[in-house]
């Protein structure tokens, strides 16, 4: 059974850099593309990123300018830092898992983890 | 980027009532590639349908999904008690992945 855990700082500060990691337990990430999507209070889900088990990444242009994506593989980890952060940052965050027919599509979720609540304030 | 309206934005119906829930995308999502997912608060979204229309792992039939083009539509056919809870579509045609901005499905 796959599952997914998100871990770090609850509380950043304006123009501080905001760094989360999800771990993975029940199948290796090596064998999966995973994503980050954050959801702000009442809205609706937004995608962050994506990064395959290659260790590329696509991430979605409206924040690529502040992003970064890695991956652990000894530890069967990944992590997200978002650079100057503001306010509008303030969100849960969720880590899932990919799913979908690469090079024919993009992707669908089908395991995300529990989420991180995130808030941006000094 | 494909933008995702979703209707109506409450849904006030009882336990065993059907449920008809609309996505409209901004372009056409031609081949399909709609996901649904439902949300209780507190907890993530959970999927329940991708393509449009195929069931994920362990989903009840009472969900159904259709649609093609710009209009989709997600049925519950009777809603039971644990239905009561935010829905989401997601469309995967085409990057940046997008979401609705959900419709909330409450207890009359």
């Known amino acids: 059974q796959v599952q997914l855990q998100e871990s770090g700082p609850g509380l950043v500060k304006p123009s501080e850099t905001l760094s989360l990691t999800c771990t993975v337990s029940?199948?290796?990430?090596?064998?999966?593309?995973w994503s980050w999507i954050r959801q702000s209070a009442g809205k609706g889900p937004e995608f962050i990123g994506h990064l395959y088990s290659t260790g590329s990444t696509d991430y979605n242009p409206s924040l690529k300018s502040r992003l970064t994506m890695s991956m652990d593989k000894s530890k069967n980890q990944f992590s997200l830092k978002l650079s100057s952060v503001t306010a509008a940052d303030t969100a849960v965050y969720y880590c899932?898992?990919?799913?979908?027919?690469?090079?024919?599509?993009?992707?669908?979720?089908?395991?995300w983890g529990q989420g991180t609540l995130v808030t941006v304030s000094s | 980027e494909i933008v995702l309206t979703q209707s109506p934005g409450t849904l006030s119906l009882s336990p065993g009532e059907r449920a008809t829930l609309s996505c409209r995308a901004s372009q056409s999502v031609s081949s399909g590639y709609i996901a649904w997912y439902q949300q209780k608060p507190g907890q993530a979204p959970r999927l329940l349908i991708h393509g449009a229309s195929s069931r994920a792992t362990g989903i009840p039939d009472r969900f159904s999904g259709s649609g093609s083009g710009t209009d989709f539509t997600l049925t519950i056919s009777r809603l039971d008690p644990e239905d009561f809870a935010v829905y989401y579509c997601?469309?995967?045609?085409?990057?940046?992945?997008?979401f609705g901005q959900g419709t909330k499905v409450e207890i009359k």
């Open positions: 899932a898992r990919d799913q979908g027919r690469p090079y024919v599509s993009w992707y669908y979720f089908d395991n």
């Open positions: 997601q469309q995967y045609e085409s990057s940046p992945e997008t």
């Open positions: 029940g199948v290796s990430i090596n064998t999966f593309h």
